[in-house]
C-alpha cells in the first residue's frame, strides 16, 4: 500500500475517533491489505493524536486470550501505543459519550522501572524490569462499524485502543503467581466471569515479553515508568449508562469503574 493511501486511512481513524463516530472497515475497502500496512497505519493515527498534544505512555497487547480471539474472529495477540489521553484512575467515572461502542475487558497492567528492549527477552526479564503490576480495566473501542473487524481492521484501528483504568493495589510480580492468581470479574454486583493468568498467553508475563521482542524488532523500546497492558483475561463486556465493573486478582486486590452517559453509537 502506498504511502498517500496509508496517511489517508490514519487521517480517517483518526478524525473518526475526535468525531466519535464509526467508520467502514477497512480491510472491505482494500481487500489487500497486509498486517504490515495496517501497523503503518496505526502509526499515521497515532502520530495525529501525539500532534494533537498527547504523549505516549505505554503499550498493550490485544487478542491474547480465547474469549477475546473468538468474539474478534483473530487468531494472532496484536499491540496499540497508549497515550495520556487514554488514562483513568480507579473512583473516576468513565463518560460513555467519549467513546463509540465500547467494551470492557479486565487484566494485568504492568508499570515498569527499567527499559526493556528485544528481541531476547524472556518471561524473568519483564519480571525484573517491571516495578509493580496492578488489576485494571481496559475500555477498547472500535471506529470500525459494528465492530466488523478483521486482524487489518483492528491493528490500524490502535489495537481498538479507548481507554483504560489502573486499580490502586500495587503488587510485586516476584511474590505473585501470576499465571495461577484467579481473576473475578462482577457487573453490577453479580458474577459476569471468572478467569486466571494462564489464559494470556501461558501467563501476563510471556505476552509482556512477546511484545518486548515484537517490538524490539521494529526499534521501539519498553521505557522506565511506562503501562503494559498484558492482555484480557475475561470475555468482553459491553456497558451502559449506571453500569459498575469490579475485577479482583487473587493476592493482589481489585479495581473497580463507573460509567455514565451514553456511547455514540
Not at 97 to 119: S, T, Y
Not at 146 to 160: G, L, P, R
Not at 173 to 179: E, F, Q, V
Request: glycine share 10%.
Amino acid at each position: 500500500m502506498d504511502n498517500n493511501k496509508i496517511e489517508q486511512y490514519g487521517d480517517e481513524l483518526y478524525e473518526a475517533f475526535v468525531a466519535r463516530r464509526a467508520v467502514p472497515p477497512l480491510l472491505s475497502r482494500e481487500p489487500e491489505i497486509t498486517i504490515e500496512d495496517a501497523y503503518r497505519i496505526q502509526q499515521r493515527f497515532v502520530a495525529r493524536r501525539l500532534e494533537a498534544g498527547e504523549t505516549v505512555v505505554g503499550k498493550k497487547i490485544g487478542a491474547t486470550s480465547k474469549p477475546v480471539q473468538d468474539f474478534l474472529g483473530v487468531y494472532q495477540p496484536d499491540f496499540g501505543i497508549l497515550t495520556s489521553g487514554m488514562v483513568y484512575q480507579e473512583g473516576d467515572t468513565i463518560d460513555l459519550g467519549e467513546l463509540i461502542q465500547p467494551k470492557a475487558e479486565a487484566e494485568l497492567a504492568f508499570v515498569l522501572k527499567h527499559d526493556l528492549k528485544g528481541p531476547g527477552i524472556t518471561a524473568m526479564d519483564v519480571i525484573r524490569a517491571t516495578d509493580y503490576v496492578l488489576p485494571c480495566f481496559e475500555i477498547v473501542d472500535s471506529r470500525i462499524t459494528d465492530w466488523q473487524i478483521k486482524i487489518q481492521d483492528t491493528v490500524a484501528d490502535n489495537a481498538s485502543c479507548g481507554v483504560y483504568v489502573l486499580g490502586k493495589t500495587k503488587g510485586d510480580p516476584r511474590k505473585l503467581d501470576l499465571s495461577l492468581a484467579g481473576m473475578v470479574l462482577e457487573k453490577n454486583g453479580e458474577l459476569f466471569s471468572t478467569g486466571v493468568g494462564a489464559a494470556v498467553q501461558g501467563s501476563p508475563a510471556n505476552a509482556v515479553a512477546w511484545l518486548a521482542n515484537t517490538l524490539g524488532e521494529l526499534g521501539i523500546p519498553f521505557k522506565a515508568g511506562e503501562v503494559i497492558l498484558s492482555g484480557s483475561q475475561s470475555a468482553l463486556v459491553p456497558v451502559v449508562d449506571g453500569d459498575e465493573l469490579v475485577c479482583t486478582v487473587g493476592g493482589l486486590g481489585s479495581c473497580r469503574v463507573k460509567f455514565s452517559g451514553r456511547s455514540a453509537a
